[in-house]
């Protein structure tokens, strides 16, 4: 395991690659955004809200939202640019106090908004079977969060969808892959999160083609046909944490009363209970945590060092969200103890070792962590 020599992420992430100097692909495209002309960028991006609002139709655009700050930040942008947006939210099954508190703050801000549920007893043995067979509850959330938006835009004829950051360029990826700049089946086949899986690759007797329909993203020929495009915002304007979460703050966004939920910060994966059990199987799988994202954020945008990161982790440690693995055993029927095996079952073998008879990661960026 080789660790980033400017961040806290590890080459095990999907995506991440570390160059001969040490430092992370997320580190080098974050050091190429100065070499970007963002006044180009915001240009290009008035010409694409221009042709959307010339264009007839009910709607100009698609913005995918969560209820989240980066979904507020979205819907600020698109109203400012004078787009008439349709806002589109999967509803997750366990969705926060404060996830519908800033989820209807945000329609407050003055925009039409579908909040599309999937029958929890299909998200539930959706999840489950995701989770025992890849060691991941996340698959389901992944593939409805982009399908539910695109069908949205195909069945009211809206050619644009908002999308807010790039994942690919914010946590990882490869340099060339900052090309990728629309949301497609290519970048779906990397960054999608479903493990290369398609939604077909899920089918059983319960999970039949029908019953996981909303999963499913529209044919690309419908889309082509149409002349769909998803775009990422945060292509087009610097993407920083903490700016989207002061412009959402002016505009009645709430952060977390009860601290950070998983990682670092009070204001991200506030708005769905579930979303802790995605980010644990990291560290089985990956040796790191949700942490270790959001403290890398922090030192790129030079707010931490890294010896302060490394210092906060050793603090905080691993951090089993016990709670919410309690409400995911009870909504999938799982036992915690089955929780437990699934976990164990998908402890990485290259880089957790036993020594007598405990679990450790050789060369983890810790060096006196306590393993126990
Ligand atoms: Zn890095």
């Not at 690759?201 to 002349?227: F, H």
């Amino acid at each position: 395991m080789r660790w980033c020599q400017s961040c806290v992420l590890p080459d095990s992430r999907p995506n991440l690659f570390i160059d001969e100097g040490g430092i992370c692909s997320a580190c080098t495209a974050f050091r190429q955004r100065s070499e970007i002309n963002w006044q180009d960028r915001e240009r290009e991006f008035g010409a694409i809200a221009d042709a959307a609002t010339a264009s007839p139709g009910e709607y100009d655009c698609v913005i995918p939202v969560s209820g989240g700050k980066d979904s507020t930040w979205q819907v600020i942008k698109c109203l400012e640019y004078g787009l008439r947006p349709l806002a589109v939210s999967w509803h997750p099954p366990a969705r926060t106090k404060i996830g519908r508190l800033n989820l209807a703050n945000l329609i407050d801000l003055g925009v039409d908004h579908i909040d599309f549920s999937i029958s929890p007893c299909v998200e539930a043995a959706f999840m489950r079977k995701t989770f025992e067979k890849a060691g991941s509850s996340g698959i389901p959330m992944h593939f409805a969060i982009f399908a539910v938006p695109l069908s949205i835009a195909v069945k009211f004829g809206i050619s644009l969808i908002i999308w807010g950051e790039n994942s690919a360029v914010e946590y990882g990826g490869s340099v060339d892959d900052n090309n990728l700049t629309v949301l497609n089946e290519a970048w779906l086949s990397k960054y999608g999160v479903s493990q290369g899986s398609g939604v077909e690759d899920w089918y059983d007797e319960v999970l039949t083609p029908q019953v996981l329909a909303a999963y499913r993203r529209p044919d690309v020929s419908v889309v082509e046909e149409r002349g769909i495009k998803a775009v990422f915002l945060g292509h087009y304007f610097q993407w920083d944490p903490e700016i989207s979460l002061s412009v959402a703050q002016t505009h009645g966004f709430r952060t977390s009363d009860d601290g950070p939920k998983t990682g670092y910060y009070d204001f991200a994966d506030i708005d769905d209970d579930f979303i802790s059990i995605h980010h644990w199987l990291k560290w089985y799988k990956f040796g790191f945590t949700r942490l270790f994202d959001n403290l890398s954020l922090e030192i790129r945008h030079g707010r931490m060092e890294r010896e302060r990161a490394i210092e906060i982790i050793k603090t905080v440690g691993a951090e089993k969200p016990q709670a919410d693995i309690d409400a995911f055993c009870e909504f999938t029927g799982l036992s915690t103890a089955a929780f437990d095996d699934v976990c164990e079952r998908f402890r990485n073998r290259d880089i957790w070792q036993q020594d007598a008879g405990i679990w450790k990661i050789h060369d983890f960026i810790v060096p006196d962590w306590n393993w126990s």
